[in-house]
C-alpha cells in the first residue's frame, strides 16, 4: 500500500510569493496534519483537518491556509511567502480524529522541502 | 517557545556504547511519542508512551514516561550504525476540539561510528 504522498519534494520561491504543496494520505486515513521543521528543529504543528473540517490549528500567521477535499487529499497554502518561511514542510495521515497514540498513530509523509529566496 | 526540550541536542558515540537521550517539560501530556527521522524522509513512530511510569521495550531501545508524565527517557543498549538518526520525542496535550495536538520536541542527532 501507498504510504503518505507529498508534491512538489522540492520547491523555490521569492519572497512575496504564494505556495501550494498538496498531500495524499493513506487511503482510508481521513485526517490530515501539516507541520513546518525548520532545519535543526523538530516539526511545528500547523493545521489538522478531519472530514473536511479544520479540527486544529497551530500559532501561525493568517498567511497560512489549509484544505481537506472530499478524497481526503490536502492542500497547504502559503501567501506572501517570507524568508523565514523556507522549511520542510510535513503532512501527516492518520486513521481516526484523535490522532497520535497506538489507536491511530500518525504516518508522515517524506516532506516538502521550500527555499524562499 | 519550545515546550519540549531534548538533551543532548548531538551525540556521537561508538558503536557497541549504551546512550540514553532525555525529553522534558513543565507541561503534563496525555502521551509522549518517540520518532526517528532520517535524511530527506519524514518521522516514524517508535513507540507512544499513555501511563505515568510506564516502560515499553523494543529491542535494544527502552522508553521510559516519567511518573508525573512531563518527561521521558529513551536508552539504547549497544548502539548499532543502523541506529544513526535524528530522534524526536512529542507530547500530546488534548485540543478543545477533544482531540491530541502534538508538540515535538527539539530533537536529539544520534550518530553511531563503527
Known amino acids: 500500500d501507498a504510504g503518505v504522498t507529498q508534491s512538489p519534494t522540492h520547491l523555490i520561491k521569492t519572497r512575496g510569493q504564494h505556495v501550494t504543496l498538496r498531500c495524499s494520505p493513506i487511503?482510508?486515513?481521513?485526517?490530515v496534519s501539516w507541520y513546518q521543521q525548520v532545519l535543526g528543529q523538530g516539526p511545528q504543528f500547523i493545521f489538522q483537518?478531519?472530514?473536511?473540517?479544520?479540527?486544529g490549528r497551530g500559532n501561525f500567521p493568517d498567511r497560512f491556509s489549509a484544505r481537506q477535499f472530499p478524497n481526503y487529499s490536502s492542500e497547504l497554502n502559503v501567501n506572501a511567502l517570507l524568508l523565514g518561511d523556507s522549511a520542510l514542510y510535513l503532512c501527516?495521515?492518520?486513521?481516526?480524529?484523535?490522532?497520535?497514540?497506538?489507536?491511530?498513530?500518525?504516518?508522515f509523509g517524506n516532506g516538502t522541502r521550500l527555499t524562499v529566496t | 517557545t519550545q515546550l519540549l526540550e531534548q538533551s543532548p541536542q548531538f551525540l556521537s558515540i561508538q558503536e557497541g556504547e549504551n546512550l540514553t537521550v532525555y525529553c522534558n517539560s513543565s507541561?503534563?501530556?496525555?502521551?509522549l511519542q518517540w520518532y526517528r527521522q532520517e535524511p530527506g524522509e519524514g518521522p516514524v513512530l517508535l513507540v507512544t508512551?499513555?501511563?505515568?511510569?510506564e516502560v515499553k521495550k523494543l529491542k535494544r531501545l527502552t522508553f521510559q514516561f516519567g511518573d508525573a508524565r512531563k518527561d521521558s527517557s529513551l536508552h539504547i543498549t549497544a548502539a548499532q550504525p543502523g541506529d544513526t538518526g535524528l530522534y524526536l520525542c512529542?507530547?500530546?496535550?488534548?485540543?478543545?476540539?477533544?482531540?491530541?495536538?502534538?508538540?515535538f520536541g527539539t530533537g536529539t542527532r544520534l550518530t553511531i561510528i563503527p
Open positions: 508512551v499513555v501511563t505515568g511510569g
Open positions: 512529542a507530547g500530546g496535550l488534548i485540543s478543545n476540539f477533544g482531540n491530541e495536538k502534538l508538540t
Open positions: 501527516a495521515s492518520s486513521l481516526g480524529f484523535v490522532t497520535g497514540g497506538d489507536n491511530s498513530p500518525l504516518h
Open positions: 487511503s482510508g486515513h481521513k485526517s
Open positions: 483537518y478531519y472530514e473536511k473540517e479544520e479540527r
Open positions: 507541561s503534563v501530556f496525555s502521551s
